[in-house]
């Protein structure tokens, strides 16, 4: 490059000059861009179109409802009554009555023992009793004919005295009748004593054939409840014992006990709602299944290793749905609280100033925040948990259940579907 030449500096002065000129012009271009465009967007929402469009919600309507106040356990069936059958007697099995498993009524005959034994006892026994009577009869009439030879003998000693004292009689002959009375006299009271002897004799002889007889009925061993028969523990042809293992075991299903704790905290409230009538107590089964009984006991003591109060609830059980052993699900209704107010606990929110919930204004389909007391959780059977709420809210509003994380205070709201069961 040669830079002497004068006309080659100036062509390069005026490119360079070009070049920034034209990068001047693209710049104020852009920048009276960017000024359209804020003055168009400025316009538009002046205008007053909105920048979203309305939140999709669903919502429900706070009601007002009898709420019944109910405390939970898990309970324990317990039969009633259970009585272990043993014979009284020993003796052979000669048949069993019933089947296992099967539901008896009391005074129902469940075995039959071999009798054979006592039959035997009781002949002999009355063959003595009859000796004893015929021995009483026998003695009887010898006291008869010696009260008749004593009276004679006393008589005849009488006379004979006199006639000693008139010297008619010897001292010998007066000696004889004399003795001869008291012979008479010693004669009747030996026969008396036999009497006596024979009905003694008879006395024990009839003790031991009652007894006898009693050991007998015993050889028939009858339901002292009624109830269900456990598995049998003797068949025909066992030799069982007296009082020995047990033959079955009945149990007491209807009625019946559900057994239960709660915890000491709740005794007051237990006791306080009891006092005026039992409490209804509800027993859910594993398969859904619920019997409703009333408490019939509360423990007189609190455990101490887990704080907890025992009370029972009878169950009339008519169809034995519940059985013994089982463990169910355990509701005590303490009382029902009228016009409460009731939401579905999914409307309730956790806020840094506590539970709100969205209510929808429906004049002008707007959502706002209301603070709400909420006193307790409530189930429903068969439906969702509601929230039982003590103030905040009243009957009749529209409380939003789904979409409140789109929502700000104020927005507008646009109901999919309006349903007034707080069920749903």
């Known amino acids: 490059m040669n830079a002497d030449n004068p006309n080659h500096s100036s062509n390069l002065y ?110 002999e026994l009355e063959a003595n009793v009859a000796k004893d009577v015929a021995n009483e009869k026998e003695s009887q009439a010898n006291i008869e004919k010696d009260q008749a030879t004593l009276k004679n003998a006393v008589s005849v000693a009488e006379r004979g005295k006199q006639l000693l004292k008139q010297g008619i009689f010897s001292r010998e002959q007066t000696d004889q009748v004399v003795a001869t009375a008291d012979a008479a006299k010693a004669s009747l009271d030996a026969d008396t004593a036999a009497l006596e002897s024979a009905k003694a004799a008879q006395g024990a002889d009839r003790a031991r054939l009652a007894q006898t007889k009693l050991s007998l ?5 009858y339901a002292p409840i009624s109830g269900r028969a456990g598995a049998v523990q003797v068949k025909a042809g066992n030799l069982v014992k007296e009082n020995d293992a047990a033959l079955v075991t009945l149990l007491q299903i209807s009625p019946i006990y559900v057994s239960f704790s709660l915890p000491e905290n709740l005794l007051p409230e237990v006791r306080k709602f009891n006092a005026g009538r039992a409490l209804a107590v509800t ?24 704080g907890t109060i025992k009370l029972k609830a009878s ?36 806020g840094p100033q506590g539970k709100y919930v969205w209510v929808m204004n429906p004049v ?42 789109r929502l700000a205070p104020g927005a507008h709201v646009r109901l999919l579907k309006a349903n007034a069961n707080p069920a749903s």
């Open 14 to 123: 005026r490119r360079e000059s070009a070049f920034i000129g034209g990068y001047f012009f693209c710049f104020c271009a852009a920048l009276l861009g960017l000024s359209a465009c804020s003055q168009s967007n400025s316009d538009v929402a002046a205008a007053g179109v909105p920048a979203m469009p309305p939140v999709a919600v669903r919502a429900v309507t706070a009601i007002s409802a009898a709420v019944p106040l109910d405390v939970n356990g898990i309970g324990n069936v317990e039969a009633i009554t259970s009585v272990d059958v043993k014979s009284r007697v020993t003796a052979p099995v000669l048949r069993v009555n019933f089947q296992e498993g099967q539901n008896v009524q009391k005074g129902e005959l469940l075995f039959e023992l071999d009798p054979e034994v006592y039959n035997r006892q009781i002949a």
């Open 283 to 306: 027993a859910t089964l594993a398969d859904g299944s619920t019997a409703t009984g009333s408490l019939s006991f509360i423990d007189n003591t609190v455990d101490m290793t887990t």
């Open 364 to 405: 002008d389909s707007t959502a706002s925040m209301r603070p709400v007391d909420v006193s307790r959780l409530f189930t429903p059977r068969g439906q969702p948990e509601q929230a039982v709420i003590s103030s905040g809210l009243q009957p009749g509003e529209m409380v939003i259940s789904e979409g409140q994380m």
């Open 315 to 350: 169950y009339d059980n008519p169809q034995q749905k519940l059985w013994p052993g089982q463990f169910v699900n355990v509701q005590a209704r303490l009382e029902t609280e009228q016009n409460r107010i009731m939401v579905p606990s999914q409307t309730i929110e956790n």
């Open 217 to 221: 009925s015993f050889t028939r061993i």
